[in-house]
């Protein structure tokens, strides 16, 4: 039996990951191959899941910690994958305050799983709005601790792709780029868009490359990097809206919250890594995003459709308190129900800070 090529898409919250596996899914799969993805949260309710699915793709998910705390699950994740179809490719989405990779996922998946899998070079996406302050020597509204994840990941990268170019002007493309080759200076440092597609032949390219061996392990500092991840406020939630008098727009409802929630959020200066937003009903999905104060709240997936009911997913990453994080987006569904004139149900909601990060495995040496 052939090997599968187990590829992974990293990067800091709100960096544009699904998007790309979305985007790179649809590519292989347009070329005749059979794809699998799978996802990963700190929390249960992954909007990006949901998202995935709703266009098509065969997703499975590892939820309830990062996939090096969860190798176990994220090897039989993937053979489940294998016993429905034999993929050819199977896309990983990592959490977005995840790294040291390398050393817990894809060396253990080397080492153990070499005769089941081709590992395709670790791809890690640069996300704009906090890379030109963190790499210039700020934080980007997270503590120094969490602006360490950032670059820890970068760092490790075999492929680093500054994302989201559409929303760069030629100028910011270029400034980008020269804090990333200062930083990083010996990195393949590509330019993408997930939404037009652009630079998106010369990703493929890279992940159809067998990663170059490292001479040395990342050196990383564990007890910064939980510090980094325990700076951060995570919120999983979900409610049912309904209306019996009028339908609405499952569109406007979804930027709407956002909206709403962006502004308690920025109020309370609480910097998102992102806060997405999920509507389905009747077959039908909308999803808002928001990724930093200053970037607006963009629809990125269009329902286009009136509907009597929904179910909404919120997706929350902040720097702050969770149980603030918690009653802010209470706050916000509530006020947004009263202005739209819908009644609204709480569902399941999750909110805490993630735990210090305890691989399976660390495997500091190359595998042959």
Same mark, same amino acid.
């Given at each position: 039996?052939?090997?599968?090529?187990?590829?992974? +898409?990293?990067?800091?919250?709100?960096?544009?990951?699904?998007?790309?596996?979305?985007?790179?899914?649809?590519?292989? =799969?347009?070329?005749?191959?059979?794809?699998?993805?799978?996802?990963?949260?700190?929390?249960?309710?992954?909007?990006?899941?949901?998202?995935?699915?709703?266009?098509?793709?065969?997703?499975?998910?590892?939820?309830?910690?990062?996939?090096?705390?969860?190798?176990?699950?994220?090897?039989?994740?993937?053979?489940?994958?294998?016993?429905?179809?034999?993929?050819?490719? +199977?896309? @990983?989405?990592?959490?977005?305050?995840?790294?040291?990779?390398?050393? =817990?996922?894809?060396?253990?998946?080397?080492?153990?799983?070499?005769?089941? $899998?081709?590992? *395709?070079?670790?791809? &890690?996406?640069?996300?704009? %709005?906090?890379?030109?302050?963190?790499?210039?020597? *700020?934080?980007?509204?997270?503590?120094?601790?969490?602006?360490?994840?950032?670059?820890?990941?970068?760092?490790?990268?075999?492929?680093?792709?500054?994302?989201?170019?559409? !929303?760069?002007?030629?100028?910011?493309?270029?400034?980008?780029?020269?804090?990333?080759?200062?930083?990083?200076?010996?990195?393949?440092?590509?330019?993408?868009?997930?939404?037009?597609?652009?630079? $998106?032949?010369?990703? +493929? /390219?890279?992940?159809?490359? %067998?990663?170059?061996?490292?001479?040395?392990?990342?050196?990383?500092?564990?007890?910064? $990097?939980?510090?980094?991840? /325990?700076?951060? *406020?995570?919120?999983?939630?979900?409610?049912?809206?309904?209306? @019996? /008098?009028?339908?609405?727009?499952?569109?406007?409802? &979804?930027?709407?919250?956002?909206?709403?929630?962006?502004?308690?959020?920025?109020?309370?200066?609480?910097?998102?890594?992102?806060?997405?937003?999920? /509507?389905?009903? %009747?077959?039908?999905?909308?999803?808002?995003?928001?990724?930093?104060?200053?970037?607006?709240?963009?629809?990125?997936?269009?329902?286009?459709? #009136?509907?009597?009911?929904?179910?909404?997913?919120?997706?929350?990453?902040?720097?702050?308190?969770?149980?603030?994080?918690?009653?802010?987006?209470?706050?916000?569904?509530?006020?947004?129900? !009263?202005?739209?004139?819908? #009644?609204?149900?709480?569902?399941?909601?999750?909110?805490?800070?993630?735990?210090?990060?305890?691989?399976?495995?660390?495997?500091?040496?190359?595998?042959?």
């Amino acid at each position: 039996m052939s090997k599968t090529r187990f590829l992974m +898409i990293g990067g800091f919250l709100g960096a544009g990951k699904t998007t790309a596996i979305a985007r790179l899914a649809q590519h292989y =799969t347009n070329g005749g191959l059979r794809v699998g993805i799978v996802t990963n949260d700190q929390a249960f309710g992954l909007v990006d899941t949901h998202a995935l699915r709703a266009q098509g793709f065969d997703v499975s998910e590892v939820p309830g910690a990062c996939f090096c705390c969860k190798f176990n699950e994220l090897v039989e994740t993937a053979a489940l994958l294998g016993v429905r179809h034999q993929p050819d490719i +199977i896309l @990983t989405e990592p959490v977005g305050s995840c790294t040291d990779l390398v050393a =817990t996922v894809l060396q253990p998946l080397k080492y153990l799983f070499g005769d089941r $899998y081709s590992l *395709g070079p670790l791809a &890690v996406l640069c996300k704009p %709005d906090h890379g030109r302050k963190i790499l210039g020597g *700020g934080t980007g509204g997270f503590s120094p601790q969490a602006a360490y994840i950032f670059a820890k990941q970068l760092e490790e990268a075999d492929v680093v792709v500054l994302n989201k170019i559409d !929303r760069l002007s030629v100028t910011e493309q270029h400034e980008l780029r020269a804090l990333l080759t200062k930083r990083f200076p010996k990195k393949q440092i590509l330019a993408t868009s997930g939404v037009t597609g652009a630079g $998106y032949a010369d990703l +493929i /390219a890279a992940l159809a490359t %067998d990663p170059v061996p490292k001479d040395q392990p990342l050196e990383i500092d564990y007890e910064t $990097y939980a510090a980094g991840e /325990a700076a951060l *406020g995570w919120l999983n939630a979900s409610a049912q809206f309904t209306s @019996t /008098a009028n339908n609405w727009s499952l569109d406007a409802l &979804v930027v709407e919250l956002a909206s709403n929630f962006c502004e308690l959020l920025s109020a309370a200066d609480m910097e998102p890594g992102h806060v997405k937003v999920l /509507a389905s009903a %009747d077959g039908a999905t909308a999803v808002a995003n928001w990724v930093a104060t200053e970037a607006p709240v963009e629809l990125s997936v269009a329902a286009k459709t #009136d509907v009597f009911a929904a179910n909404v997913l919120v997706n929350g990453r902040v720097h702050g308190n969770p149980d603030e994080l918690a009653e802010l987006a209470r706050q916000s569904i509530a006020t947004v129900a !009263r202005r739209l004139k819908l #009644d609204c149900r709480l569902a399941d909601w999750q909110h805490f800070r993630p735990g210090a990060p305890k691989p399976v495995h660390r495997y500091t040496t190359p595998a042959g």
